[in-house]
């Protein structure tokens, strides 16, 4: 049963992106392409943990140490949901995990076609965002109550280049800042990805991010990227 039905008010910073009406929060919709970005569900969560590997199958055999990573999340954030239920209804383990980290985890779902009659929600791209701890140390403890860490943005090879990443990280910012209004810090927003994705390097860079570290993980060169956000 899809949620995304009819259309309503169109979102004042983006003319292409829409609000409507979903269950239980609103989502956003592109235009003409049929992409909603909405918070995830149990329903989605095989999806998201499928497109996730996909993403970085193709580093597999040439660094082992990217397969390790994947299989820690797909084991960590990315678990599935089990007996989770709230009101007959799963609750999405991995919604759950962000939302308890003070974060959001958004996914971008489009419709597939099945027999020309009925259509279910396929995902394109997805993006976790959660506040630092206070068991982390250096740049991620810069500022505590402030400090916050995107994770598990991608996208679905076919809707790369149309905005959809662009949009997750929006979304997910958006949410986040909405809910300080009261807090005078500016929140800081951290972003790690591998050194040798040139794609999602040049991404954080087009949109403002400054590179603030660079580690060395298990043979693999990793990039931290950062950004002040107004409130």
Known sequence: MCPWTSLVDACVDDPLFYRIPSNPISST???????????IHSHDENQVRSLFSQ???HLFNAYPSVQKMAKTALKKDLAASSSLADGGNYVSFIGSYYHQRHGVFLVAVT??????KTST???VGSIGVRRCDANEKGIR???LNATYEIHRLFVHSDYRSQGVARQLLHQALQRLISRRRTDNDRPFVLATTLVLLDGANRFYEQQGFQIVEETNV??????????HFEM
């Open 141 to 143: 403890a810069k500022s």
């Open 111 to 116: 419709e597939s076609q099945k027999d020309n």
């Open 55 to 57: 993403c970085y199958e």
């Open 121 to 123: 929600p396929f995902v």
């Open 218 to 227: 298990a043979n693999l060169q990793l990039r931290t990227y950062g950004k």
């Open 29 to 39: 919709a592109l235009q003409n392409k049929n992409i909603w970005i909405t918070p």
